[in-house]
């Protein structure tokens, strides 16, 4: 098994997804295909998938990958967004698992054409598809100190963000901001690194995050993602979700109780009117995170969290 990406935790999102042979499944972020390859292998003979990406190239090189599954799997250039349209017109209408793995694949970071990684450095546009949205260089080239701290506040939880908004329109008065490396040095120099403190990620790293995750609307796309994916479970169906942030881990975490509450009256209700049922129960609790010796193997899992559930009968 070839693999230019290393998929996390991958032992447990089988065992938690739990594909059996004839079931549907659906990967709604296929990435470098890691998890989709073990999803098929365990569904054999006849289990399908449905493998879901915004990012045209990683559809295309996981076709090319995983060509000996033939019709088994389905893939589409989508956003899990729009998993509600997309799963029912490729035949996944009803289906017995959905998996959300939400980082990004090695060869995304590597990828010089879009500047994710500010160690492969390239063109600040962060967008997984290219074709819509705003990139990132528009982001910095166009909004204000304030608007650029609040989203970094916002998206990247980072503490400096003033600070770095200040210098990235100090900066962009005399050579805009467009390139990674141009974006993590300006960092660097805003909040450097503490010889005498041991930190583990680069002092860019929030900065990053908040831009990419506003050039895809990524927070709004998973809510509407993990909505569609409950509606499409069958009975006993699994919905495994790895986020690798708080912001992102806080929403699956929410609507996981949500979900598992079923009303949504408010507390001081006397008695129960919107009718609401449960529709899920929890598969893990607490929530699972990597081994040492994974963590050890492939640093880029050490903020990996996985929450699942199971999908009840109506």
């Not at 009803?94 to 995304?108: E, I, T």
């Not at 080239?141 to 980072?158: C, N, Q, W």
């Not at 990597?290 to 929450?307: F, G, H, K, V």
Request: aromatic share 4%; net charge neutral.
């Amino acid at each position: 098994m070839e693999e230019g990406h290393l998929p996390v935790m991958p032992a447990e999102v089988i065992e938690t997804l739990a594909p059996a042979p004839g079931s549907l499944q659906i990967d709604a972020t296929v990435g470098g295909g890691g998890h989709t390859e073990r999803i098929l292998e365990a569904a054999s003979p006849d289990g399908r998938v449905l493998g879901l990406d915004a990012d045209g190239a990683a559809t295309e090189r996981v076709r090319l990958r995983l060509a000996r599954f033939g019709d088994r799997l389905v893939l589409r250039r989508a956003n899990f967004r729009e998993l509600a349209e997309v799963a029912p017109a490729a035949g996944f209408g009803a289906v017995d698992g959905a998996l959300f793995d939400l980082g990004l694949s090695s060869f995304q970071l590597a990828d010089r054409e879009r500047g994710f990684g500010f160690r492969a450095g390239g063109p600040l546009d962060m967008r997984f598809d290219t074709t819509r949205g705003v990139s990132a260089s528009e982001f910095l080239a166009t909004l204000s100190a304030d608007e650029l701290a609040a989203l970094f506040r916002r998206y990247g939880e980072e503490p400096s963000a003033w600070r770095i908004a200040k210098a990235i329109v100090a900066t962009r008065s005399t050579a805009p901001v467009t390139t990674a490396e141009d974006l993590a040095a300006l960092v660097e120099r805003v909040v450097p690194v503490n010889p005498r403190v041991r930190r583990r990620i680069h002092p860019a790293t929030r900065v990053f995050q908040a831009l990419r995750i506003a050039a895809n609307e990524e927070l709004d796309a998973l809510e509407e993602g993990l909505a569609a994916a409950v509606d499409l479970l069958r009975p006993g169906g699994r919905l495994v979700v790895l986020s690798y942030h708080s912001l992102e881990d806080r929403i699956v975490k929410r609507f996981l109780a949500a979900e598992r509450r079923g009303c949504i009256c408010p507390p001081a209700a006397p008695v129960c009117v919107c009718g609401r049922e449960p529709r899920l129960r929890l598969v893990t609790r607490p929530s699972l995170v990597p081994t040492d010796a994974e963590i050890d193997a492939n640093p880029r899992a050490r903020s990996a969290r996985l929450r699942a559930a199971e999908r009840l009968a109506a």
